[in-house]
């Protein structure tokens, strides 16, 4: 069992930054990839990026390459998501989620465990 809970969300202007975190509980975070989705009103829910269970690897989203770095410490259980140039577009609730197989990390459904989300608001 993993319990999940990200910070770190707000409100910037565009052009700004925001780190979020994640931290997670239990004994198994290590095991996980782990992978951040957002969510705006209205739309889908929609893959950002995600990590490799140590951090060799990751992923990301078109939309945000370049602009989003995501980084884990294993040590501390949690993982986090760099935001620079935020655009208003980006504004969205923001989750991380735990997947056991990297081949599914763009795929909502093969997630196992979710954070409640933090509210990221991009102004113009």
């Known amino acids: 069992q993993v319990q999940l809970v990200e910070s770190g969300g707000g409100l910037v202007q565009a052009g700004g930054s925001l780190r979020l975190s994640c931290a997670a509980s239990?004994?198994?975070?290590?095991?996980?990839?782990m992978g951040w989705f957002r969510q705006a009103p209205g739309k889908e829910r929609e893959f950002v990026a995600a990590?490799?269970?140590?951090?060799?690897?990751?992923y990301y989203a078109d939309s945000v390459k370049g602009r989003f770095t995501i980084f884990r410490d294993n040590a501390k259980n949690t993982v986090y998501l760099e935001m620079n140039s935020l655009k208003p577009e980006d504004t969205a609730a923001y989750y991380c989620?735990?997947?056991?197989?990297?081949?599914?990390?763009?795929?909502?459904?093969?997630?196992?465990?979710w954070g409640q989300g933090t509210q990221v608001t991009v102004s113009s």
């Open positions: 990590i490799s269970r140590i951090g060799v690897r990751s």
């Open positions: 239990g004994r198994t975070f290590s095991s996980y990839a």
């Open positions: 989620a735990a997947v056991w197989n990297w081949d599914y990390i763009t795929i909502v459904d093969r997630y196992t465990y």
